[in-house]
Nanobody, 126 residues
Framework: QVHIVESGGGLVQAGGSLRLSCAASGSTFRINAWAWYRQAPGYQRELVAGISSGGSTNYPDSVKGRFTISRDNNENTVYLQMNDLKAEDTAVYYC????????????????????WGQGTQVTVSS
């Protein structure tokens, strides 16, 4: 079983910066892709950043140029650098990992599984 620990949220003034991180640990596994989502009260959860196994990234227009997703594969860690934060960025942020397990006697599982961080609150004051 994989365990993901998320950290880095907090209170920041508009125009400030925060860096979120998620670290995965557990039995033998590999992470194919990471993503960051956020959810504000009364709003649907939305994707804010994704990074593939090949390193390609994607962002919605609302955060392009301000947010950057990166990863450290050796440490099974993903980061979200958030700059020029706005009040509209206030939400609970969640990381998501797409994971494959190594199966003894078989090799890497052909199936992948989603694991989520516990969420961290980001509050941006005007």
């Amino acid at each position: 079983q994989v365990h993901i620990v998320e950290s880095g949220g907090g209170l920041v003034q508009a125009g400030g910066s925060l860096r979120l991180s998620c670290a995965a640990s557990g039995s033998t596994f590999r992470i194919n892709a990471w993503a960051w989502y956020r959810q504000a009260p009364g709003y649907q959860r939305e994707l804010v950043a994704g990074i593939s196994s090949g390193g390609s990234t994607n962002y919605p227009d609302s955060v392009k140029g301000r947010f950057t997703i990166s990863r450290d594969n050796n440490e099974n860690t993903v980061y979200l650098q958030m700059n020029d934060l706005k009040a509209e960025d206030t939400a609970v942020y969640y990381c998501q990992a797409d994971i494959q397990y190594y199966l003894i006697g078989t090799g890497w599982d052909t199936r992948s599984y989603e694991f989520w961080g516990q969420g961290t609150q980001v509050t941006v004051s005007s």
